[in-house]
C-alpha cells in the first residue's frame, strides 16, 4: 500500500496505527490526518526517536498493510 492510498483510507488505517503506536491518542490520529510528515513528527514527539529512525519505522508499517 502506498501513502496516497493511506491517507485516502486513513479512517481504516487508524487502528492498525494505533495498535502499532499506542503512544498515539485519538488526537493524534485526528490531527494527523493521513498526512505522513504529521505522523513522522508525532512519533518523533511521543517515542524520542530521530527522523531517520520514525522513517524507518512508518516504511515497515506500510509493508504490514
Same mark, same amino acid.
Given at each position: 500500500? +502506498? %501513502?496516497?492510498?493511506?491517507? &485516502? +483510507? %486513513?479512517?481504516?488505517?487508524?487502528?492498525? =496505527?494505533?495498535?502499532? %503506536? @499506542?503512544?498515539?491518542?485519538?488526537?493524534?490520529?485526528?490531527?494527523?490526518? &493521513?498526512?505522513?510528515?504529521?505522523?513522522? &513528527?508525532?512519533?518523533?514527539?511521543?517515542? @524520542?526517536?530521530?527522523?531517520?529512525?520514525?522513517?524507518?519505522?512508518?516504511? =515497515?508499517?506500510?509493508?504490514?498493510?
Amino acid at each position: 500500500m +502506498n %501513502w496516497d492510498e493511506i491517507k &485516502g +483510507n %486513513w479512517k481504516t488505517v487508524t487502528g492498525q =496505527a494505533r495498535s502499532k %503506536w @499506542g503512544k498515539l491518542t485519538d488526537d493524534d490520529l485526528q490531527q494527523i490526518d &493521513g498526512k505522513r510528515e504529521e505522523l513522522a &513528527g508525532r512519533l518523533q514527539k511521543h517515542y @524520542g526517536h530521530t527522523k531517520e529512525e520514525v522513517e524507518k519505522h512508518i516504511d =515497515a508499517f506500510l509493508k504490514t498493510l
